[in-house]
């Protein structure tokens, strides 16, 4: 995550107690995805980007390819680890969805779309438009 989103690392360092700069875990890192996801990625970083003014294009399609990454490798396992930490936290605010939908590809944007019919998020109630 911190090689592709360095926009992480100062949070990933805290996360760890590291200093700045200092070599962050690669191992043993399973059981900490959840957390990092959630904590790191989202809150601290993709939520932020999804309300910037104007956005930053690069930045969201860089933390949406690691969630493509993730959602590939994990799917819905385990326990929906992607879709809890990532893809539901866009009903977190007004405008997360609508600016998340240019960037989400492939299983990630099916995932939303099903997210979406089965919370009948209001505007996308028959799932996100076709690209």
Not at 91 to 120: H, I, K, Q, W
């Amino acid at each position: 995550m911190a090689e592709k989103v360095p926009e992480t690392r100062p949070f990933l360092e805290e996360r760890y107690g590291l200093p700045p700069g200092g070599t962050l875990p690669v191992a043993d890192t399973y059981f900490d995805l959840w957390g990092n996801l959630l904590d790191t990625l989202t809150r601290q970083v993709l939520q932020p980007a999804l309300l910037a003014d104007p956005l930053d294009e690069d930045l969201l399609r860089r933390c949406f390819d690691v969630v493509e990454v993730a959602y590939a490798t994990l799917g819905d396992d385990p326990g929906g680890t992607v879709y809890f930490t990532v893809l539901e936290s866009l009903l977190d605010a007004e405008g997360y969805l609508a600016n998340a939908v240019p960037f989400l590809r492939g299983p990630v944007r099916d995932r939303t779309s099903r997210m979406c019919r089965t919370y009948e998020v209001e505007g996308y109630e028959t799932g996100l438009p076709p690209l």
